[in-house]
């Protein structure tokens, strides 16, 4: 009878050991300049959710590159709450960000978006000249788009993070995703999705670079908005703890 109840309690042993081995990540969604705007979710909400959640590594959208530019040159490429969060913790935090192959190892520069034979120059006057091409535009606002983007500015404008942990926001961005898929597909535009998907997916690759290469760290990986539902998706498969609530800040005065 003894002998059953050891091998019972090493069961459970092993059980609570193979729990404990799952690294825990939080992929929060950030709203960029939208932070300003929205009472429910401010930069001070977002800088006291990380000192709560109390991450060993953090992923945030800055490129490698520029990971290391003086904040008031920085500000003029990136969001305030990464270069915000990049400056509160730089012990912690690495870049994530990318732009294009291209671009890869040059520092951000205006003259990089005004170089005429880079991709994003390429990209920028191909977005420029859509937006201008009447029988276009009139396709793309018989689509579901235009719903799909007053409601992600509704929420940015009154979500708070826990709100936007609930996965509505990345269910109607995964919607629009597939919409532009199809609608740009056979068009002269249909290079400009798969640059922003190709973008999409390397930011991915990079958080989750990240996270494999810290097995046993807290991770909190920063994106916008926009941006996490690819990653949520891809660490569905990994052996990791995905953190859904802020069930952790309960406790916090």
């Not at 276009?136 to 983007?149: G, H, K, L, S």
């Not at 269910?171 to 002269?188: M, P, R, V």
Request: net charge negative; charged share 25%.
């Amino acid at each position: 009878m003894r002998i059953l109840i050891w091998i019972f309690m090493l069961v459970l042993l092993a059980s609570a050991c193979t729990k404990e081995q799952k690294q825990e990540v939080l992929v929060l969604p950030v709203i960029h300049g939208a932070h300003e705007m929205n009472p429910n979710y401010t930069y001070d909400d977002l800088l006291r959710i990380v000192n709560a959640y109390g991450p060993e590594i953090i992923g945030v959208e800055i490129r490698p590159e520029d990971f290391q530019i003086q904040s008031d040159s920085l500000d003029l490429f990136y969001p305030l709450e990464m270069i915000m969060i990049r400056d509160s913790f730089p012990d912690k935090v690495h870049g994530i960000d990318y732009y294009s192959e291209d671009t890869r190892n040059i520092r951000v520069s205006r003259e990089m978006f005004l170089d005429t034979v880079s991709e994003i120059y390429r990209m920028t006057r191909l977005s420029q000249t859509m937006k201008l091409d009447s029988s276009f535009v009139a396709q793309y606002q018989q689509t579901r788009i235009p719903m799909i983007q007053e409601e992600q500015r509704r929420m940015a404008m009154n979500y708070s993070a826990e709100d936007f942990l609930k996965g509505e926001y990345d269910s109607i961005t995964g919607l629009q995703y597939h919409i532009e898929d199809s609608l740009f597909k056979n068009s002269i535009y249909a290079a400009y999705p798969v640059f922003n998907n190709r973008r999409d997916l390397q930011i991915t690759k990079n958080a989750l670079r990240l996270i494999e290469d810290n097995p046993k760290k807290k991770v909190l990986i920063l994106v916008g908005a926009n941006h996490r539902n690819r990653l949520v998706d891809s660490l569905m498969n990994k052996n990791v703890e995905l953190v859904r609530d802020l069930n952790f800040m309960k406790d916090l005065p």
